[in-house]
């Protein structure tokens, strides 16, 4: 874990070309774990070191760049709230994240089973994913000094519909090359069980760190 640490910090510091390269493809849903998965391992920053990273420039953006609107009132909007909860619990936030990984990867291997792939590539791709997520988050996030309030909410609900809606249907289907009604059926479920393993992961590693003082 410490090496991961070093080498994801590395990786952000040094922006070389497999980061450009990675995000170029990490664009087309599904072809950067597919790829990876497949043995395109050169020129590609591996699954685990991108979601660290990624996690990592999140949790920075969050603390540094996100505007403090202050405390929640009946007047505030929808991203000041989600703003002041980010900035008050950010690192609860990336772990949360994290800690969904495993879960959705292990779903996946429920689902699409008969693809006889091994835990690996499932969360090869759950964290590549991942990484596709944040990288929302973090540009709007990172632009939110300069939007209205209420159009960083609408942007941010717009923004995460179309990375778990179209994004993830057509990464499943790149990646998993399953038919066309599987894939149908799958999506929403793998869908709504991110958001409902984020919220509890969150909830938990909140209870957790508030719990660890008075411990």
């Known amino acids: 874990m410490r090496q991961a640490l070093i080498d994801a910090v590395a990786d952000i510091l040094s922006f070389d070309s497999r980061i450009l390269k990675s995000l170029k493809v990490l664009c087309q849903p599904g072809r950067l774990p597919a790829r990876y998965v ?37 007047q ?35 689902l699409y089973r008969r693809r006889h792939l091994l835990f690996l590539a499932h969360l090869g791709f759950t964290f590549y994913y991942h990484a596709a997520f944040n990288f929302v988050l973090i540009g709007l996030f990172a632009a939110s000094p300069v939007l209205p309030t209420e159009t960083l909410g609408y942007l941010t609900l717009s923004a995460l519909f179309v990375v778990l809606g179209p994004y993830l249907f057509f990464a499943l289907k790149a990646f998993y090359r399953a038919g066309f009604v599987h894939t149908l059926l799958s999506w929403p479920l793998l869908a709504l069980s991110h958001l409902a393993l984020m919220v509890l992961s969150f ?7 508030a719990w660890i003082p008075a411990w």
């Open 76 to 110: 505030s909007g929808l991203a000041a709230d989600l703003s002041f909860v980010a900035r008050e619990h950010a690192l609860a936030l990336v772990l949360a994240q994290l800690l969904t990984l495993p879960p959705l990867a292990l779903l996946l291997g429920l």
């Open 203 to 209: 909830l938990a590693v909140v209870g957790i760190f």
């Open 38 to 74: 497949g043995g395109e391992r050169v020129g590609h920053v591996p699954p685990f070191r991108m979601a660290l990273s990624v996690s990592l420039v999140l949790f920075l953006v969050v603390t540094l760049v996100l505007p403090d609107y202050g405390e929640p009132t009946a």
